[in-house]
């Protein structure tokens, strides 16, 4: 309990925007070790940032738990308000009494949970798990009956499965609607752009015209025209960490790429022995291979739909 309280503590830091450098790497670290401690975290910031009094959404016998946390608090010399001595309290009672739902939006109030980025691995109550880039917004707005979710920056969603609680993503631009499956989407004002990783996605404009993407597929809306395009980019780039090869043989470099790009090369055995030194951060494609043209002697050139062949002299 006590380490615990040591993490309440820093998150009610981090909600006054008090928080170090040293403290925020060891919150980090908490929140990576488990999908419960981001949500514990998740909930507390939400209902932090919630206007009103806080006497509809936690019982009056919280007063009871101001003890428990007044003294803690004190020592960071913070001034603190009735409400969010509720909040610092209700989260107590969550970690001590394993009650998942204390955060919930009450089933009176239409509000929706609103989130921002960056956020890493959030479940949803339904199980669905997104990741957000910095300067993401997603307003959550869940029923009986469907998964609404508003959103604007850019973000990876892993959705559930439900074909009867349908999962629909809102854009200025259009909507994305999903039953099970997992996706890039990155929206502005300008266009929205969707690359499917598993599964099927629909991309609708606000004229109701649409396309359905399939895995490795991507597509976009802009203001006007709703189109398939071809993606740049592996699903997420984002979000995967950089390789870094040390004398490695091109070939399992190339090998990586195939996969995350979902692309093929077509290229003699002989270039593909050379040995490279090499860190793979993900960039657009005809970035990433200028980038081998340089390192190598050689030439990279499209061969077919989603084919690249590989020429000149290597190594």
Not at 196 to 203: F, P
Request: hydrophobic share 40%; aromatic share 8%.
């Amino acid at each position: 309990m006590k380490d615990e309280e040591r993490y309440i503590e820093l998150l009610l830091k981090e909600a006054d925007q008090r928080i170090s450098g040293t403290e925020r790497k060891e919150l980090e670290e908490w929140l990576r070790q488990s999908p419960v401690n981001r949500e514990k975290a998740a909930r507390l910031l939400a209902a932090w940032q919630q206007p009103g009094d806080s006497s509809s959404t936690f019982p009056v016998d919280l007063e009871v738990e101001f003890a428990s946390v007044k003294t803690k608090i004190a020592r960071h010399q913070r001034r603190i308000t009735r409400r969010n001595w509720s909040i610092a309290a209700a989260i107590l009672l969550l970690i001590a009494s394993g009650v998942t739902g204390l955060f919930i939006h009450n089933a009176r109030d239409t509000s929706p949970l609103v989130m921002h980025g960056p956020l890493d691995q959030y479940q949803l109550e339904d199980g669905s798990e997104v990741w957000l880039r910095e300067d993401s917004k997603m307003e959550i707005r869940f029923t009986p009956d469907s998964r609404q979710v508003a959103f604007a920056g850019e973000g990876y969603f892993q959705v559930t499965p439900n074909p009867d609680r349908p999962f629909i993503i809102d854009t200025d631009l259009g909507k994305v609607t999903v039953v099970g499956t997992a996706f890039d989407v990155r929206s502005d004002r300008m266009s929205l752009q969707v690359h499917v990783a598993q599964g099927r996605v629909k991309l609708t404009n606000l004229h109701q015209e649409e396309i359905e993407l399939a895995v490795g597929e991507a597509g976009q809306i802009s203001q006007t025209l709703l189109e398939q395009i071809e993606p740049d980019l592996p699903v997420g780039a984002w979000r995967l960490p950089p390789i870094t090869y040390q004398q490695a043989e091109l070939e399992a470099v190339l090998k990586e790429i195939e996969d995350k790009y979902r692309i093929q090369f077509i290229a003699d055995p002989g270039t593909l022995m050379c040995q490279v030194n090499f860190t793979l951060d993900y960039p657009k494609l005809n970035e990433l291979f200028q980038v081998l043209e340089t390192l190598l002697d050689i030439q990279i050139t499209k061969a077919g739909n989603g084919q690249y062949r590989i020429t000149g002299q290597g190594c």
